[in-house]
């Protein structure tokens, strides 16, 4: 059986219907430079942290693609100021409505997602290790329309299956933990003195749920239900220094996986997330010859930073080891390349 790693940022979910769904454009996926959009204003509106925040990013963010989202949460993250940083904790629960609505209500079926999960599983020749750096849910429910039998009701799910296994690096919309003593406050208050530390990754809950943050309560001790506290977004803010927010158990099944891998398909992201680069470079043989193809849209510097991170991706000599795709994921899967992908060895 072969073996192959598929890695998704936030350009494979952007880019995830295509003719045969109607969109509801309002609600396409946003990329990291769309996340303070006016078309989210209804939804910031139940966060102050998040109006603040937006109410300058949004306006740095129409001044072209050298917006760097990161910095600037960074800032925020790290003030000395503790109203700034009050701002800064109600960010999650923004981010994770604003997916959760984009998700559940962009398209039908994610298509693009349903296309690569039939032709990747069909010939059940590969196991494949999904990488997805973005919080929304949209390869699960691709995975669960192709076979019902992919389920992700615990964290165990994720690692489970024999043919796919699923590592969210930076959490998900449906991951939450509940921050103690705030049974009887608002969520924005509980927030303010909730700091997220990797420690709470232990009372970790999983919540199928399309109410917003604010409303979602969750056990105590996710082993019982017991007294619930209001629940805050198990998923890592876009800032510099961020670290992988999954259980160590994803990440072991990670690491080993990608010891015994050689061939990288990596969809859609910026290279910008050093907490993967690291864990990457740590794992993977660098004195082995591995096969990378890169989908993105037009010129990006996605390759010279894995290049930079991993020198087993860059490639030697003419033999054609790694390959780019400039026009799209969608281009991507109107050709035969992912084929080409497969049957390499």
Known sequence: MKRAVVILGAGASFDVANSSVPTQDHLRPPLARHLFEPRFAGTRSNYAGAVVIGSELGELAQR???FDLEAHLTRYAKSPNDTTRFHFRQVPGYLRDVLMQCGNGYVPTPANYNRLVQRM??????????????????????????????RFDKLGDY???AQVKLIKVHGSTNWFVAMPGSERLAWIEAAADYEPNFRDIGR???????????DILVPADPFRENAVYRAYPWLTSPIRGKTLSCPEEHVKVMRSFLEDCHKFLIIGT????DDLLLAMSESINS?????????????????????????????????????????GFSEFLNTDELETFLEAD
Do not use: C, W
């Open 204 to 214: 970790l809950v999983i919540r199928n749920s399309n109410a917003l943050t604010f």
């Open 159 to 161: 690692t489970a299956y």
């Open 64 to 66: 072209g693609d050298a």
């Open 121 to 150: 599983l069909e010939p059940m020749d590969h196991e494949f290790l999904i990488i997805s750096l973005n919080y929304d849910q949209l390869f699960e429910r691709a995975l669960a329309t192709y076979d019902a039998s992919y």
């Open 270 to 273: 910026s290279g910008l997330d």
């Open 287 to 327: 004195l082995e010859e591995h096969l990378v193809h890169y989908v993105d849209y037009g010129g990006t510097p996605a390759r010279e930073r894995f290049e930079r991170a991993i020198p087993g991706f860059v490639q030697i000599g003419d033999e054609g080891t790694v390959r780019t795709s400039i026009k």
